[in-house]
Nanobody
Framework: QVKLVELGGGLVQAGGSLRLSCATS????????MGWFRQAPGKEREFVAG????????YYGDSVKGRFTISRDDGKNTVYLQMNSLKPEDTAIYYC?????????????????????WGQGTQVSVSS
């Protein structure tokens, strides 16, 4: 079992930055690929970013490419999402996710049902 706890959400003006963090516990952090999804009111859950267990490969949703950066610190069992140039349309609840390293992540990272564990979510609100 893996527990995920997101931190760092809040209210920011358009053009600003936020960094989300996701602390994990319960199992070996390096055994998991990690991802971030988001869900805005009335919309489906959307893939934001993902990183393989090695940290060598990262993936991004089209709407955040060039603005968001995912990274991981295996020593701290934490994955981060640095969000720059935020837009009002980035407003959503952001969820941290994890899936076992045996998964062929490069084929499945965009699918929410590919992930085994989810955090509670953290609200990000961007004002215009």
């Amino acid at each position: 079992q893996v527990k995920l706890v997101e931190l760092g959400g809040g209210l920011v003006q358009a053009g600003g930055s936020l960094r989300l963090s996701c602390a994990t516990s319960g199992r070996t952090f390096m055994d998991y690929h990690m991802g971030w999804f988001r869900q805005a009111p009335g919309k489906e859950r959307e893939f934001v970013a993902g990183i393989t267990w090695t940290g060598l490969n990262t993936y991004y949703g089209d709407s955040v490419k060039g603005r968001f950066t995912i990274s991981r610190d295996d020593g701290k069992n934490t994955v981060y999402l640095q969000m720059n140039s935020l837009k009002p349309e980035d407003t959503a609840i952001y969820y941290c996710t994890a899936v076992g390293s045996q998964k062929n992540y490069g084929l499945e990272y965009r699918r929410a049902d590919a992930y085994d564990y989810w955090g509670q979510g953290t609200q990000v609100s961007v004002s215009s």
